[in-house]
């Protein structure tokens, strides 16, 4: 009779010596590769919020904010969140729209291991401004996909978009998801389930782009994008694409801000 | 990953030379129903990971045991415990459902007594995905040395709905549940003595834990509770409790945080923001500070869908 076991291999945990080594190792081959080893400068353009400790390593609320530059003639064209000790540390770019003034961006993310978490605000004169967190977390990427595989598959680009009013108009998509990583060994099949997650997502007011995202595997399943923006009135369309070539897209009338100039 | 395929004969001797057992204490709450009950607290080198309750139920002709504890250590001294009150061969380990406090002792168990695993349909898959995570998590908290060639078996049995196991004049009656503390939790009535082994779908004293769905786990209440039983045997906490009464509390548990979390959600507080907002429980939980803000995270991101 033959059952099926499995063992832990030897070296399966990443040491944890010279960790800090590590993570200046992670950041300067990220900048040499990423971003071609330009200069940055660490500045209040751009701030990070993340938990110091992770309560849940699979999704870890990150929150973006980026402040107007002090010469008017310049915006925030290009934000890159880098989690330093993922596998793929890349986690998301967005492009933010030239006229939608969006000022903060929440969403989650799988965190593997102790790690710095950095943001990288590109400027429409090219100059990048960087900012850097700590999170305590770990396994979140190899972490289980979901906690009902079947349900998510079920409602598999199912979307929902929230707003709110107030001083500072914010809406925030939800996407249905199982976001998988590729990072996790299916012990039956010891075969590694496919990486199947959102790589691209467009949310516009009408014609005039308000976020673009390009997202890996380090965002967590059902992918949740909040952001505070200036409403033009126009109704919201969102359009996704996975990679396996799903496309899902949908509108919503806008909500709010409406009241305003 | 490399996987292993080993012969009865050679596992048997592996397990019976790799681990000296550690005394278990079994407690007869019933007659021929043993409860081992766990420590509430997280797997430590300590308590070799001897966390969740584990049970046997002796019939005639065969003995089950109910969730063979969190460690290749436990398993084995399991198996001395079940010995050490009878020669009737252990027939059938039986998972509550997944998680690795209560599958990762069943190596030796099955080793020892070539056992049948039975659990929920869902749980092999569930399992299988999670089985690298689950051994590299009990590698770092209970040391290299007790988790050496630890292993994670899954079940040769399924059950979808209900099964009954006769241990000799002796049934069991097993019911898989929808998703609640995770999407695989089944529980095992012991008709003869009305003993529930109600799995992590009751927690005692230790701080309920949301691996499923909070709305799911809700939801099923009246009907668990209305199981026809005289006590239970907790996944964690003392080894038996009275039902239903027991299990009043961690449902007051997970109405109320399931309350919190929506009036968090309803004013616009995002994720990050309700977990600091959430307050902990009223009561006597044990690892609060470990389990109350990973249950709002579950909460928030399952119930901002509503
Ligand atoms: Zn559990």
Redesign the pocket.
């Known amino acids: 009779m033959l059952r099926t076991h499995m063992a832990v291999a030897a070296g399966l945990l990443v040491a944890t010596a010279g960790l800090a080594q590590a993570e200046s190792d992670a950041w300067s081959d990220i900048v040499a590769d990423v971003f071609d080893g330009r200069a940055m400068q660490q500045s209040d353009i751009v701030t990070l919020e993340t938990p110091y400790r992770a309560e849940d390593a699979a999704t870890v609320p990150v929150t973006m904010h980026f402040a107007p530059p002090e010469d008017a003639g310049l915006r925030v064209e290009r934000v890159t969140l880098v989690i330093d000790e993922n596998p793929a540390p890349i986690a998301a770019v967005f492009e933010l729209g030239a006229d939608a003034g969006v000022s903060r961006i929440d969403t989650r993310v799988r965190v593997q291991s102790y790690t710095n978490v950095h943001l990288v605000a590109e400027l429409s004169d090219g100059s990048l401004h960087m900012t850097e967190t700590f999170v305590k977390a770990s396994g979140g990427c190899s972490a289980p996909m979901g906690k009902d595989p079947e349900a998510a598959m079920a409602n598999l680009g199912l979307m929902k978009l929230r707003q709110f009013d107030g001083a500072n108009p914010e809406a925030q998509l939800m996407i249905r998801h199982p976001n998988n990583s590729g990072l996790q060994m299916d012990q039956l099949t010891r075969h590694y389930i496919p990486a199947h997650f959102i790589h691209s997502l467009t949310i516009a007011q009408g014609d005039a782009p308000i976020l673009k995202m390009e997202g890996g595997i380090s965002l967590s399943e059902d992918p949740s994008v909040r952001f505070e923006f200036e409403p033009n009135g126009e109704p919201i369309a969102v359009e996704a694409q996975d990679t396996e070539g799903n496309v899902f897209s949908e509108n919503w009338p806008i909500e709010v801000g409406r009241s305003g100039t | 990953m490399p996987a292993t395929d080993r012969t009865f004969a050679a596992a048997a001797a592996f397990w019976l030379f790799a681990w000296p057992a550690a005394a278990l204490d079994p407690k007869e709450v019933a007659p021929g129903v043993y409860v081992i009950a766990g420590a509430v607290a997280l797997a430590s080198p300590e308590n070799e990971g001897a966390i969740a309750n584990i049970g046997f139920v002796v019939g005639r002709k065969a003995v089950a045991a109910i969730d063979p504890g969190g460690s290749a250590t436990v398993g084995a001294s399991l198996v001395e415990a079940v010995r050490s009150i009878t020669d009737q061969p252990i027939r059938y380990v039986i998972y509550t459902?997944m998680?690795p406090?209560?599958v990762l002792g069943a190596a030796p168990v099955v080793a020892a007594s070539g056992a049948e695993v039975v659990g929920h349909a869902k749980l092999a898959s569930a399992l299988a995905a999670r089985a690298e995570h689950y051994l590299a998590g009990a590698r770092d908290a209970l040391g290299d040395e007790a988790t050496d060639g630890l292993e994670v078996v899954l079940p040769d049995r399924e059950v979808a709905a209900i099964a009954t196991l006769d241990l000799g004049d002796r049934p069991l009656s097993l019911r898989a549940w929808p998703t609640a503390?995770?999407d695989n939790d089944l529980t095992v009535l012991d008709e003869r003595t009305g003993t529930l082994f109600a799995g992590?779908l009751l927690f005692t004293e230790h701080l309920p834990?949301i691996?499923g769905s909070i709305t799911g786990w809700l939801a099923l209440e009246a009907e668990l509770t209305s199981l026809p039983a005289a006590r239970a045997v907790p996944?964690h906490g003392p080894a038996t409790v009275d039902w239903p009464a027991a299990a009043a509390a961690q449902f007051g548990y997970l109405a109320s945080l399931a309350d919190s979390v929506r009036a968090q959600i309803a004013k616009g507080a995002g994720l990050a923001e309700a977990v600091e907002a959430v307050p902990p429980p009223a009561g006597n939980w044990a690892l609060v500070e470990t389990f109350h803000r990973r249950n709002v995270t579950a909460a928030f991101t399952e119930l901002e869908w509503e």
């Open positions: 459902h998680h406090d209560h503390h995770t992590d834990v691996d996944g």
